[in-house]
């Protein structure tokens, strides 16, 4: 199996050297977790390091916000933004859209293809709800979703904000089955850590990690574990 690098430390020896190529990755985690840096830490090192075009689309935060948080961090960013190499984009909600998310579908997709984009960010289909309620169309949204941007061979993280209870692994109940990998992110003090839920396709490490954010960004200790029992509710 062909697999994409995420550039994330010590994240790779975890599910056999990586993310399969053009696969959905559900990345879920309470607030302070981790998510958004993970997800431009997995764009900036694809970008940087191998050379593969990538775009946060975000739903909630602006992008300014987003580059902001990312001058904290030894990341040499204008040089990718001014290649085509990294972009963030901001989807302001439009009340046309309400009850029609194939709509915003097409938009996510259709900037996909413009770029170009071997690794995409959606942060987060939580957000999703502002264009329907109901649990029924939004997973057949998420699933229209994953299978197009499959066809792009465009591996993609899409982010879900839940309460951080060690249990919860998306806000809707139906997103961890529609992708094809669930990586959960917890904030607990004193713990940070990590745990691969779900990997297709991958013999992924069943144990839970410990994770470190500093100004390199944002890794995982591979070699170290944290007992489940330890991650309270």
Not at 123 to 152: C, H, M, P, Q
């Amino acid at each position: 199996m062909n697999r994409i690098k995420t550039g994330i430390p010590g994240l790779d020896e975890l599910i056999e050297g990586g993310f399969p190529v053009a696969s959905s990755i559900l990345l879920t985690g309470g607030p302070g977790s981790g998510k958004s840096i993970f997800c431009l830490e997995y764009l900036y090192k694809g970008a940087n390091d191998y050379g593969e075009p990538g775009m946060y689309i975000t739903l909630e935060e602006g992008p300014h916000n987003l580059w902001w948080n990312m001058q904290r961090f030894k990341w040499d960013l204008l040089p990718l933004e001014r290649k085509n190499l990294l972009k963030i984009y901001k989807f302001e909600p439009e009340k046309s859209m309400k009850n029609n998310i194939e709509e915003q579908i097409n938009k996510i997709v259709d900037k996909t293809k413009e770029m170009g984009a071997k690794r995409l960010v959606i942060d987060s289909i939580t957000a999703f709800s502002f264009w329907v309620e109901d649990v029924t169309e939004i997973r057949y949204g998420v699933y229209k979703l994953v299978n197009e941007l499959r066809k792009l061979n465009c591996t993609t993280i899409l982010t879900s904000e839940t309460s951080g209870r060690k249990n919860d692994m998306s806000r809707f109940g139906v997103e961890e089955f529609l992708v094809d990998g669930v990586i959960m992110l917890y904030f607990m003090p004193l713990h940070r850590a990590l745990f691969v839920r779900k990997m297709r396709g991958t013999n992924q490490d069943k144990k839970v990690h410990p994770v470190v954010i500093n100004d390199a960004g944002i890794s995982v200790d591979s070699k170290e574990e944290i007992a489940w029992e330890a991650l309270t509710d």
